[in-house]
């Protein structure tokens, strides 16, 4: 149900982070679970609930500024028991998220772009120095299309 009624007592409060979901889910007008959400017409914003999540709070303090109106769907991560199931995602996660998987390529791509217009595209000039050495940018290792 949406309307401040889907967050149970059980629930709500049981962190910090759910006390900003809440805030911010009450200035916007309505919270939700996420099945009901998926039919609201309004913006539909997963927040994530189990773990510190900057970027939820960012997300939903942006739109509550912005006054664009949204309904938080606290959402919290799942992991299968079952565990071929588990195996895989969690192969997928790391395909997608580990070391020269998808996110590491963007991550060399975008520190790329940095270099050549000098910090204007990209990552900051300062902020690019920084990942190359880290993530071990170099000219060879950046993806090419084929």
Request: hydrophobic share 40%.
């Amino acid at each position: 149900m949406c309307g401040g009624h889907a967050f149970s007592q059980r629930t709500r409060g049981s962190s910090r982070w759910d006390g900003f979901l809440h805030t911010w889910a009450a200035q916007a007008g309505a919270r939700c679970d996420l099945d009901t959400a998926r039919s609201h017409s309004n913006l539909r914003l997963v927040l994530l609930s189990d773990v510190p999540s900057p970027w939820s709070e960012a997300a939903a303090q942006f739109f509550s500024l912005k006054g664009v109106p949204f309904v938080a769907v606290r959402y919290g991560i799942r992991v299968p028991s079952n565990l071929t199931q588990r195996l895989e995602m969690f192969g997928w996660c790391n395909e997608i998220m580990g070391p020269l998987g998808l996110v590491w390529q963007v991550r060399l791509l975008l520190i790329d772009v940095s270099f050549q217009t000098a910090g204007r595209s990209g990552f900051p000039e300062p902020a690019a120095k920084y990942l190359a050495r880290k993530y071990g940018y170099g000219a060879n290792t950046v993806p090419t299309s084929s």
